[in-house]
């Protein structure tokens, strides 16, 4: 299983994620599209198993405007179908992944506010 890094490189501040800020506040339970390129940032050898297992370290990422969205989904499913064989569940793709995630954590919004 890779794991994914929690921060961008330290020396890198010119990321998009900044642009889409106040959408992400105003509606937090909104899917947003983004386009990343990643690398590894380390690998961990798990004594018992003898298994690597790398983190992957966002390099660049930007948020794409709703027509390039639409692209980026049909090429998320079409990847995702190649690797696995299998059509995406519905939602996951589509934009609520959001939904499915949140269904059962405990964590509820009203009108995009926590309560």
Do not use: W
Request: with cysteine.
């Amino acid at each position: 299983m890779t794991k994914l890094s929690s921060s961008l490189p330290k020396e890198y501040d010119e990321d998009g994620l900044g642009s889409i800020n106040s959408d992400l506040v105003a509606r937090p339970t909104d899917t947003q599209m983004v386009i990343a390129m990643i690398d590894c940032k380390s690998i961990t050898r798990d004594i018992d198993t003898g298994l690597d297992i790398a983190t992957a370290r966002i390099l660049h990422i930007e948020p794409l405007r709703e027509h390039e969205a639409e692209q980026a989904r049909e090429m998320l499913s079409n990847a995702q179908e190649r690797r696995t064989g299998k059509r995406p569940i519905p939602g996951i793709v589509d934009g609520g992944t959001g939904e499915i995630l949140r269904e059962g954590s405990g964590v509820t919004f009203i009108n995009g506010a926590k309560s």
